[in-house]
């Protein structure tokens, strides 16, 4: 055991020797995203640190006419690694691939109706996590994290969190659990509490549709989160992140159990 303890430190020095990056590009890569400016300086060079085993583990991909930088990856990978700070790598283990478009994504789609008819379209996206596969990301949706315009908005901590939630295999809503971090978890009281809540969300969007969709009356973090369990999940970890405030004072219970799952408390 000491000898592959040994063999794992010297492996994850080489990879950080050889996926380092300038100072002044970190800093740029940070700098967009406010939600990065809560991190202390140790927390800041944990994520670096994540950065670099991130970039060796996967590998991006430009798509169509888009250029990929080293700056778009070191973005890209902050962002993704931001709510496994306290965790592990291993939430993202079993795929590879990165892939970023300049803008908008079209992706095919099939559907079957009730008399079995086979109807496809396409539809546009802003990014997407595929079992197993690559995240597939919208660069122009990515700059939009932290902006005014949308303030809860992060594509990259969505699809990411689905790709956590994948990690047990079909996405439920419910992420998986690691021992070494969530022992102090019940998962029964955790998946409920989330479907309490979901169901809760589900109804307020209800009621603020039928009202008229005022602007002033949206939820706090997007209606689509009421799709199904899965999308909830991913809204509220995006938002969690990005928009910490208005989640703990909408649900101040739910906000206290991604705090206890992602070992993080934004707020701070």
């Known amino acids: 055991m000491k000898l592959f303890a040994r063999f794992s430190a010297w492996r994850r020095a080489r990879i950080l020797e050889r996926y380092a990056f300038p100072d002044a590009a970190w800093a740029a890569a940070l700098a967009p995203y406010p939600f990065f400016d809560r991190l202390d300086a140790a927390e800041r060079g944990r994520l670096r640190e994540l950065v670099s085993l991130f970039c060796a583990e996967k590998e991006f991909a430009a798509a169509g006419d888009f250029d990929m ?5 070191l973005e890209i990978a902050a962002q993704a690694c931001l709510p496994v700070l306290n965790l592990d790598l291993s939430l993202y283990a079993g795929w590879r691939g990165v892939v970023v478009y300049r803008g908008e ?3 095919r789609r099939a559907v079957m109706d009730e008399d079995g008819v086979m109807h496809e379209y396409d539809e546009v996206i802003s990014g997407e996590a595929m079992p ?10 990515v700059t939009l994290a932290g902006s ?3 303030p809860a908005y992060n594509v990259v901590i969505h699809e990411f969190a689905h790709k956590i939630d994948m990690l047990k295999g079909e996405a439920t809503g ?24 979901h169901a809760a969300f589900s109804a307020e969007v209800l ?18 989160a009421a799709e199904n369990p899965v999308e909830f999940f991913a809204v ?12 703990s004072g909408a649900f ?7 705090a206890r799952y992602y070992r993080q408390d934004p707020r701070a």
């Open 207 to 224: 009621r603020w549709e039928r009202r008229g969709a005022a602007q002033e009356d949206m939820p706090v973090i997007d209606p689509y």
């Open 236 to 247: 509220l970890s995006e938002a969690f992140f990005t928009a910490p405030r208005d989640v």
């Open 105 to 107: 994504v079209l992706a």
């Open 148 to 150: 005014e315009e949308a």
């Open 252 to 258: 101040p219970e739910l906000y206290r159990l991604l």
């Open 174 to 197: 419910v992420p998986p659990f690691l021992p070494a971090f969530h022992g102090d978890i019940d998962g029964r009281a955790f998946a409920g509490a989330l479907a309490g809540a």
């Open 69 to 73: 930088s080293l700056q778009t990856q």
């Open 132 to 141: 197993g596969g690559p995240v597939v990301l919208s660069w122009e949706d």
